[in-house]
């Protein structure tokens, strides 16, 4: 979208608003309505968002490192695509991520004090060194793949299957064998995305 550095959007109400791409960093809104807002492929980097409503904003693919969720209220997450996010050194307590797809999100060095994830997908999400985090904390999140702190006492692959890693597999013997097979076909590219 384009480049909205340093904006001060405080209070106001931004339901349902399209900003993906943009750059949004060192930006306040605080006390502001996110609600079913798509932010995905932002850069929002050291912006406050204190108060902030945000159930099922979509955070996808954004980069959100030390930004500031420290509550005036609790941080509502819930039911959010914050899928690939960088969420690094930022500021989350009393989060509620419940619901909310994190895969492969960052959290290095985030404080997560109180932060709920009932139900969320922590799959291949990185928390090594997050703050403050408990192993009552992720008892009902998805873990797979998941890299956790040292601290913690729970397994990062306590969510997998036989079947998903089965799956994995099958998908990759597939694909070698068919790209050998069909890599003369010219209806090779409408059978797999390249």
């Given at each position: ?40 492929a932002c850069i929002l980097a050291e ?37 690939k996010a960088n969420l690094d050194g ?105």
């Amino acid at each position: 979208m384009g480049d909205l550095k340093d904006i001060n959007l405080c209070g106001q109400s931004l339901r349902n608003i399209h900003l993906r791409n943009s750059d949004i960093q060192d930006s306040n809104f605080d006390n502001s309505y996110f609600d079913k807002a798509n932010l995905s492929a932002c850069i929002l980097a050291e912006s406050s968002f204190r108060g902030a409503s945000m159930v099922g904003v979509n955070f996808e693919s954004s980069v959100l490192p030390h930004a500031n969720f420290k509550p005036l209220e609790e941080p509502d997450l819930k039911r959010s695509d914050l899928t690939k996010a960088n969420l690094d050194g930022a500021f989350l307590y009393d989060a509620k991520f419940d619901h909310s797809f994190l895969r492969e999100a960052t959290f290095r060095d985030a404080d997560l004090k109180d932060a709920s994830f009932i139900g969320a997908d922590l799959t291949g999400a990185n928390l090594d060194g997050a703050k403050n985090l408990s192993d009552v904390q992720l008892s009902e999140a998805i873990l797979c793949q998941t890299t956790l702190p040292d601290y913690i006492n729970v397994d990062g692959n306590r969510d997998c299957t036989n079947s998903d890693v089965e799956q994995q597999n099958l998908n990759i013997c597939c694909r070698e064998t068919c790209d050998t097979i069909f890599s003369h076909d010219p209806f090779r590219n409408q059978l797999f995305d390249n």
